[in-house]
């Protein structure tokens, strides 16, 4: 089976046809927008219908579009017209539409997909959260659904999940670290530094920071769950990339998506010696609380000794001042996705 884009088909006559087939009445509409040339004026601008085939057979269809049936709402894009065919029923199959809808949300920085539907207990299966009751264009009370997408864009990056095709970038900036000073990655080579990437790739802890005009990752943050609703961020840039503000961009970004996750409090430890470590994180917002004497090591001596280091703790709360630069978007802070479809899943 594929998913295939309907705009980008060099059959959409015969697809038309099929989904014209469809024992739901919102399939001819569709079809009726496709033909007349509405269905931009009515979904948005840039909006899709991804169809689920099998050979010349659709069998699950679906469209990500930025209006929806429910208006007026700032809420968008969203997920519509999600419909499998009857014989192809139970086995998931617009799981897959839905799943391809998402990873296009995340590789576009949009943080999270809209769904209206009169079904319980359906959506949830396929990653959706019950967000409200809202009301219709035709006045029907209807169950809205949210999935979140594991995307921030900002001014100049996207961060997003790992994926395996990122390791050459990945590796590419570890091991500019074997030999550091503060950070330490000693013994990374081409082929045990894998294991690196295994250990992001479906991460929730671990951003990747692609910067978008190249399409390349230039570093990640990290930002992990402690104790008492804590959360504990770390951070590498690639050293070609550095001294251009890509650090504090994204751990702005980043540290303002936990706070409205509800964490209490973030904090880094660094390098007592690492300035630019310090700097940065006292730029976007943190405050200096302890130094921990020799309470870490990356490496051993000949003997097989520890070589113990001290470290900084720097933190932020929720709380902390409104001026904290990482509380509100700045220029380089969090940018909406704008947008809202008309047929209900």
């Known amino acids: 089976m594929e998913i295939i884009s309907f705009f980008e088909s060099d059959r959409q006559q015969h697809w038309l046809d099929e989904i014209q087939r469809s024992d739901w009445n919102a399939g001819p509409f569709l079809v009726r927008l496709l033909r007349n040339g ?35 709402t700032d809420l968008t894009p969203w997920i519509g017209f999600v419909y499998t065919f009857p014989s192809r029923r139970g086995h998931r199959y617009a799981g897959r539409l839905l799943e391809e809808v998402c990873r296009l949300a995340e590789k576009e920085g949009v943080a999270a997909v809209y769904l209206s539907t009169d079904h319980t207990g359906l959506y949830e299966k396929y990653g959706f959260t019950y967000l ?51 950070e330490g990655y000693p013994g990374i080579t081409y082929e045990n530094g894998r294991t690196h990437l295994n250990d992001r790739v479906g991460s929730t802890e671990y951003w990747a920071v692609e910067l978008v005009t190249a399409g390349k990752v230039i570093g990640n943050i990290y930002c992990g ?104 978007p700045s220029a380089s802070g969090l940018r909406a996705y704008t947008g809202t479809y008309q047929g209900r899943p």
Not at 39 to 68: A, H, I, N, P, W
Not at 238 to 263: H, T, W
Not at 313 to 319: I, P, R
């Open 225 to 328: 769950a402690r104790d008492s609703g804590a959360k504990k961020v770390g951070y590498i840039i690639n050293k070609d990339y550095q001294r251009q503000g890509y650090a504090g961009e994204a751990l702005s970004a980043v540290i303002r998506s936990a706070f409205r996750e509800g964490v209490h409090r973030i904090y880094a430890e660094c390098d007592p010696r690492n300035t630019a470590s310090r700097k940065l994180l006292e730029s976007v917002g943190f405050r200096r609380e302890a130094h921990l004497r020799q309470n870490i090591y990356f490496r051993k001596d000949a003997d097989g000794a520890p070589i113990r280091k001290d470290s900084c703790v720097y933190a932020m709360l929720e709380s902390d001042a409104p001026n904290n630069p990482c509380r509100e």
């Open 38 to 72: 509405t269905f931009f004026d009515e979904m948005g601008e840039g909006s899709r219908v991804l169809l689920l085939t099998d050979g010349s057979e659709l069998v699950s269809y679906c469209t990500y579009v930025k209006t929806d049936d429910i208006r007026p």
């Open 132 to 182: 409200t009751m809202m009301t219709d264009m035709e006045g029907r009370p209807s169950r809205v659904y949210v999935r979140r997408t594991r995307a921030i864009r900002t001014e100049r990056l996207l961060l997003r999940r790992f994926r395996e095709s990122d390791y050459d970038d990945l590796f590419e900036f570890l091991s500019q670290l074997e030999d550091d000073e503060f």
